[in-house]
T-cell receptor, first 112, second 112 residues
Framework: DGGITQSPKYLFRKEGQNVTLSCEQNLNHDAMYWYRQDPGQGLRLIYYSQIVNDFQKGDIAEGYSVSREKKESFPLTVTSAQKNPTAFYLC???????????FGDGTRLSIL | QQPVQSPQAVILREGEDAVINCSSSKALYSVHWYRQKHGEAPVFLMILLKGGEQKGHEKISASFNEKKQQSSLYLTASQLSYSGTYFCGTERGSGNTGKLIFGQGTTLQVKP
């Protein structure tokens, strides 16, 4: 079945540590997105990529980094510069601009 | 820039109807509607492109008023399964950014 796979489901970060969240899709979608969701809040865009080897900052990119070396993969690194990383992180992909975004099941990140 | 959703929360009895609104101060290319259950990924409901079309999906339909830059989601004869948080995501301009900005969400609770 085609879809988006995020791993791990739960992740714990020690202070000063960088962690990487994985996002893989087999839908052959060009565009991929990373969102952050805090309790009781909407989704805020961190980074997005419309094609391989290209990505743009979203509204809250500080303290995060991404890469897009392959069409099917869009990993997100939460760096030590992100002082409040505890949140639910969602990855999404989309085929064309008139098509919906498809979401993965999310990664819940907490600080140890 | 974030679209404004209203109401913030609504409680219904099974079989009752509800309307959720999503307003933007900017010209929109499209409006996407999603429903999210607690701890899960958002699930796509429908997408409306500029042109004022109305769409339907079972007992859930939506409209997009391009002049007012407002979309409304109509839930008819609500069922227990309709409970969750509803988000609108808006895309500005000509749609070539692929970038969605989400509202803060409307929590819907359907009681027996």
């Amino acid at each position: 079945d085609g879809g988006i796979t995020q791993s791990p489901k739960y992740l714990f970060r020690k202070e000063g540590q960088n962690v990487t969240l994985s996002c893989e899709q087999n839908l052959n979608h060009d565009a991929m997105y990373w969102y952050r969701q805090d309790p009781g809040q909407g989704l805020r865009l961190i980074y997005y990529s419309q094609i391989v080897n290209d990505f743009q900052k979203g509204d809250i990119a500080e303290g995060y980094s991404v890469s897009r070396e392959k069409k099917e993969s869009f990993p997100l690194t939460v760096t030590s510069a992100q002082k409040n990383p505890t949140a639910f992180y969602l990855c999404a992909s989309r085929d064309r601009v008139d098509q919906p975004q498809h979401f993965g099941d999310g990664t819940r990140l907490s600080i140890l | 820039q974030q679209p404004v959703q209203s109401p913030q929360a609504v409680i219904l009895r099974e079989g009752e109807d509800a309307v959720i609104n999503c307003s933007s101060s900017k010209a929109l290319y499209s409006v996407h509607w999603y429903r999210q259950k607690h701890g899960e990924a958002p699930v796509f409901l429908m997408i409306l492109l500029k042109g004022g079309e109305q769409k339907g999906h079972e007992k859930i339909s939506a409209s997009f008023n391009e002049k007012k830059q407002q979309s409304s989601l109509y839930l008819t004869a609500s069922q227990l399964s309709y409970s969750g948080t509803y988000f609108c995501g808006t895309e500005r301009g000509s749609g070539n950014t692929g970038k969605l900005i989400f509202g803060q969400g409307t929590t819907l609770q359907v009681k027996p």
